[in-house]
């Protein structure tokens, strides 16, 4: 068809038509009129930042339309959910890297919107209906999104700093394996500007404290689990190795990584470099800053932050290491499954210093003890006896050495038994 328009790209700017237009509520639902419906309506990169969208707002619109056409006819932008109920509908609309600043969508429909890079900073979502909405990489700091519905929404890469969240219906497999602000302190995130003042691990927190107040509100506590626990990993990583830390060996694995491919053009050999040398000078980098040996480009990218952010990145030693070991030990009491791998390796590990030391006598009650045995069976029942402080009359430590290894061993079992039954506890009690 000669009329008809041409094809929008999502990765092509020059084909956005409201690129940059300031567009206000009146400009905005004459679009949806000219488009027959919000379906594929293209508002890319439009500034519709502040829009006013408010049901009491929109009502002088309907009134104005129902003079305007016939009573019985429906405006194609608006969304009736009860007689009293309205809203502005912008469902299946193309708002792809749209500047939605402060806009007010108060019980919008926005099912299917395609909301791809969106800026909806201090955005009012109160009640408004985004299921299966496309949100990738959309900005939501500070946005109001009490009630809002999220059913299926695609949230992979959304950044939800002190975000206002209260039984906001969504589960955590639409957030994908981490939210914006943990992909950004990584350096895993697309290159935004705006993303990277949020783009530490202290913002990636509380982000994640949010989230798991919020799954707690509306019952899934699985989902609440892993937000906590992902709260936790966030606070970890503030002491050690810190954002600048963590982009600084990012950006150190890069350069070698190229350095490699210059010198390797086999992919082989690219691969095993990739996989064997990296790592090892992943660990290298991470163990100079932990030492405190940090190279001079390291100490100058650092001594441009402001006072705020360089107490943020005061790598913290002691903290760092007390939730390393919470983390290690019972995944921060989520895991109850870690006690008992632990478990397994207190058991074995003494058993094989009990076989190749030989220093467990095996006899019979009431008679005479026998000699030291190397027997890994034996060493493995009077492993296991001590782990669990049973004992048996038939097995003796013998000497100094042996009876000091068996009391450590019944203190590890003691300690990881009251691990386990906390563990299994908490994870009960979200169940």
């Known amino acids: 068809m000669s009329g008809e328009l041409p094809r929008v790209r999502c990765d092509d700017p020059s084909t956005w038509r409201h690129k940059g237009e300031k567009i206000d509520l009146p400009r905005l639902l004459q679009l949806i009129e000219e488009n027959g419906g919000p379906e594929g309506l293209d508002l890319h990169g439009a500034d519709l930042s502040d829009l006013d969208a408010r049901p009491e707002v929109l009502r002088a619109y309907v009134e104005a339309y129902a003079q305007e056409h016939a009573a019985d006819r429906t405006p194609p932008w608006l969304r009736r959910w009860s007689w009293e109920v309205i809203s502005i509908d912008l469902s299946h609309a193309h708002l792809e890297n749209a500047d939605l600043l402060s806009a007010h969508l108060e019980n919008a429909g926005l099912a299917w919107a395609h909301l791809r890079d969106a800026d909806l900073r201090m955005a009012h979502l109160q009640s408004a209906n985004l299921a ?89 506590y699985e989902d609440a689990s892993w937000a906590y626990v992902k709260e936790q990993q966030m606070e970890k990583a503030m002491h050690f190795p810190t954002t600048a830390g963590h982009r600084w060996i990012r950006r150190q694995l890069r350069i070698g990584a190229r350095h490699w491919r210059k010198k390797n053009p086999s992919r082989l050999r690219r691969f095993l470099r990739a996989t064997i040398l990296a790592r090892l000078r992943w660990t290298w980098l991470h163990l100079l800053l932990f030492v405190g040996l940090r190279p001079t480009d390291f100490n100058r990218a650092t001594a441009e932050l402001t006072q705020e952010r360089a107490e943020e990145e005061h790598i913290d030693r002691p903290r760092w290491l007390r939730n390393w070991f919470y983390e290690g030990t019972c995944g921060y009491g989520e895991n109850p499954w870690r006690p008992v791998i632990w478990a397994a390796v207190v058991v074995l590990l003494f058993t094989v210093i009990y076989a190749v030391a030989g220093n467990i006598a095996t006899g019979d009650v009431g008679a005479e003890q026998g000699d030291p045995t190397h027997n890994p069976i034996t060493a493995l029942v009077h492993s296991i006896s001590a782990f669990a402080t049973i004992g048996f009359n038939t097995l003796e430590p013998q000497g100094w050495g042996a009876r000091l290894l068996t009391a450590v061993e019944a203190m590890f079992g003691i300690g990881l038994f009251a691990l386990f039954v906390f563990t299994l506890g908490n994870r009960m009690r979200r169940s």
């Open 132 to 220: 299966r909405a496309r949100l990738q990489n959309a900005l939501l700091a500070f946005a109001h999104l009490q009630n809002a519905r999220l059913w299926r929404a695609d949230l992979q890469g959304v950044i939800w700093y002190e975000s206002y969240l209260d039984r906001t219906r969504m589960q955590r497999q639409q957030l994908g394996p981490a939210i914006g602000e943990e992909l950004a302190a990584r350096g895993r995130h697309a290159p935004r500007d705006r993303f990277h003042s949020l783009g530490t691990f202290h913002h990636a927190k509380e982000a994640y404290l949010t989230l798991k107040t919020n799954f707690d509100s509306i019952g899934r």
